[in-house]
């Protein structure tokens, strides 16, 4: 075999570090961030720290993401590869442990289950996620190494309710409405995934529809199918709201007693 000529062997150095006028292009297309959310790039190291079991969910589920869910046809059989179940079960389990992290010294539990009203006469639909003060009317688990781990919460105790949606694209407008029967009045959206044509339009629908907001992890292009957006601002200003969703105890005795005092200086 001959050698290649320094010449040859230049040239070829040159391809790779120096990348043709396509593939920078390629290469921007890939890396733009999503239109929506933070038109931040880069988070603080704190915030971007706070988030980061987020972004690593992010990189996990997109492994699966060409998979589709499993359906059933007019002719009475199944295709697709994964349940909507399972793949629904497994974005809101992992928020959920994120939430445990991000809200731990808040002093409030973080659950999977149903709200029970103050007579304990009914039942709320599935809750994905649940924020609430300390404390259970009943637990369903397995007890050692638990698979299922679903709650039923007093409904005066909730601070707050986040709903989990894989690939998202429509809003159910009813959620937020039957749960503010139970006296919920801040229910988040958080999604897998959403059309990057589509999430300024979602946003704005879910706020309409009586939700405190909508996030997602990343978004798609159905132009390009190997396209997936990502928003570090979007994950950050998640995780922001919902620590301010959180009604921080023993403010209002705080100004009652400043106020007491203030009157007894005067």
């Not at 497994?90 to 289950?113: D, I, K, M, N, Q």
């Not at 599935?126 to 007093?154: K, L, T, Y």
């Not at 690939?167 to 409405?177: E, M, Q, R, T, V």
Request: glycine fraction near 8%; charge should be positive; proline fraction near 5%.
């Amino acid at each position: 075999m001959s050698r290649p000529t320094k010449h040859a062997r230049t040239i070829k150095l040159r391809a790779r570090t120096h990348p043709t006028r396509g593939t920078r292009r390629k290469a921007d297309r890939s890396s733009r961030p999503s239109a929506a959310g933070s038109t931040r790039s880069k988070a603080p190291f704190g915030p971007a720290l706070s988030i980061e079991a987020l972004a690593g969910l992010t990189t996990e589920l997109q492994v699966v993401r060409q998979y589709p869910p499993v359906t059933k046809r007019a002719d009475g059989k199944y295709e697709g590869d994964i349940l909507g179940f399972v793949r629904g079960l497994r974005l809101s389990a992992r928020v959920l442990y994120f939430l445990r992290e991000h809200l731990s010294e808040t002093g409030l539990e973080v659950s999977w289950g149903h709200l029970l009203d103050d007579q304990q006469e009914s039942c709320s639909p599935e809750c994905d996620i649940i924020v609430h003060a300390q404390g259970v009317v009943r637990r369903w688990n397995g007890f050692e190494n638990p698979v299922m781990n679903f709650s039923f919460v007093q409904a005066s105790k909730v601070q707050f309710v986040v709903s989990c949606k894989s690939l998202l694209g429509s809003i159910d407008a009813d959620y937020p409405k039957t749960l503010k029967k139970y006296g919920v009045r801040k229910v988040f959206l958080f999604a897998e995934s959403c059309d990057e044509s589509q999430i300024e339009r979602l946003r704005k629908r879910a706020i309409e529809s009586g939700y405190s907001g909508l996030w997602c992890l990343y978004t798609t292009n159905k132009k390009e199918p190997s396209f997936l957006g990502t928003n570090g601002g979007m994950l950050v200003e998640f995780g922001q709201k919902l620590l301010a969703a959180v009604k921080p105890k023993g403010r209002k005795r705080k100004r009652r007693t400043s106020q007491r005092k203030t009157r007894k200086q005067r």
